[in-house]
């Protein structure tokens, strides 16, 4: 691994226990019987041992949307041209897309940035960070150099940290690549051990020809490249994607600011293993949105022991999920800052 993601990854401390076992006590205060929140009470505790503090405002949210190309494409994974995936990053800036709707509704900004897209892009609102125009055909060697595996990871891990500088408390995770599916099940193949046949899905639509020249793919990238399952940088270079790659640094880069990370679909979950591997301790800061109807997430989310929080047969990424677990993540916060108590409710324990 390099240099700089050692230093990165040397950054991200531990949960504070001390808050946590705050936040517990509060919760058990409350006009409630105890645990009766569920999934709520877990995020208010998972909050305040990532942020330190015991129900911190997280008004200030951004989901980032990485967006890159894929040279797979020329394998016929994707039921979409690969000039959709620039002609949505427009899209995104103009406010337009779904997660640009849901992102209003949850009061999130949505940054855009452009780390890889196979076009050139100009816009006075997009993160022009492009490492290169779109990754080779992992099908047939390498995705990306080390070199520019290395720099799209620091490319979000910066990111991250700008934006907790300007105050920024709660991130969640988006992507556009068309083609993406494929690296991502080619890496949930290799880091999860899994066979490429169990972690392809159907992506942006394919028929079962289209699966299987996934599958195909995959298998043919795995064979040339020979990926080392316990070199997860190795693996991520090999046959991962630019935007996979930037959401890794995002990842680690919160982590590292003691802000929580929401996680959208599929992509954003590969990601995540891959973060996971380069650092154990970046775990307890993940919060897993939804389930995807994407055929592998189930099976990735189990690899990382993440449990979803929304199923709602949702699979387009961009960070919708993310943007849509917006509002219940503020309202574990607002149960502990406004909730009245037993003691000054007046209301009988037992
Ligand atoms: O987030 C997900 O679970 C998800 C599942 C299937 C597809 N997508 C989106 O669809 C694109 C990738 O699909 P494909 O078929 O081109 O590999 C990419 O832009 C993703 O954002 C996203
Ligand atoms: C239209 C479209 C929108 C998307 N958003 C994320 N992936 C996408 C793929 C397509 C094809």
New binding site residues.
Partial sequence: MPRSLITLIDRIGAPDAEAMAAAERRLDQLTKPPGSLGRLERLAVQIAGITGEVAPSLDNKAIVVMAGD?GV?EEG????PAA??PQ?VLNFLAGGAAVNVMARQAGAEVVCVDIGVNAELEHPRLVSRKVRRGTANLAKGPAMTLEEAEQAVLIGAELAAELAARGVRLIGT?????????P?AALLAVLGGVSPAEAV??????DDA?MAR?VSAIGRGIAVNEPDPNDPFGTLAKLGGLEIAGLVGVILGAAAQRCPVVL??????AAALVAVKLAPACKPYLIASHL???RG?ARLLRELGLEPALQLG?????G??AALLFPIIDASGRVLREMATFESAGVSRE
Avoid: Q, Y
């Fill in positions: 894929h494409c994974v994707s039921a979409f959709v995936t949505m988006g992507e556009m690549g068309i083609g993406n599916t494929t991502s899905g159907r992506g942006t639509g394919v289209g996934k959208d679909g599929f992509i954003s979950t995807s109807e994407e997430h949702m699979r387009l990424g961009e919708t999920g």
